[in-house]
């Protein structure tokens, strides 16, 4: 069983920063491709970010409304990954969480929260004055 526990979430206001982290644990497994999903109050689950490695070259993915704010890095060997996100916006409040996945995604799937094999529980974000 592979657990992913994310942390670095609370309470933020506008303008301000934090930096989300996930780590992943249990069965031992290599990450192909990690990412961070979040839900906005009564909105669906939509896609934030990804990172995908292929041998020593890796890959950033990003969500529109992520670009320019938000930064993802990770480390594939060690399961990890962070999620920095920058000049906050009361709309960027939801909950966050971490996937992974095992095998390589391409295209569209890197999008795709039904692409991912292994979840999060999620941290809550809230940008708020």
């Known amino acids: 069983q592979v657990q992913l526990v994310e942390s670095g979430g609370g309470l933020v206001q506008p303008g301000g920063s934090l930096r989300l982290s996930c780590a992943a644990s249990g069965r031992p497994f290599s990450s192909v491709v990690m990412g961070w999903f979040r839900q906005c109050p009564g909105k669906e689950r939509e896609f934030v970010a990804a990172i995908r490695w292929a041998g020593t070259l890796y890959y950033s993915y990003y969500s529109d409304a992520a670009k320019g704010r938000f930064t993802i890095s990770g480390d594939n060997a060690k399961n990890k990954v962070a999620l920095q996100m920058n000049s906050l916006k009361p709309d960027d409040t939801a909950v966050y969480y971490c996937?992974?996945?095992?095998?390589?995604?391409?295209?569209?799937?890197?999008?795709?929260?039904?692409?991912?094999?292994?979840w999060g529980r999620g941290t809550q974000v809230t940008v708020s004055s």
């Open positions: 996937a992974a996945n095992p095998g390589s995604l391409t295209g569209s799937d890197v999008y795709t929260e039904g692409r991912y094999d292994y």
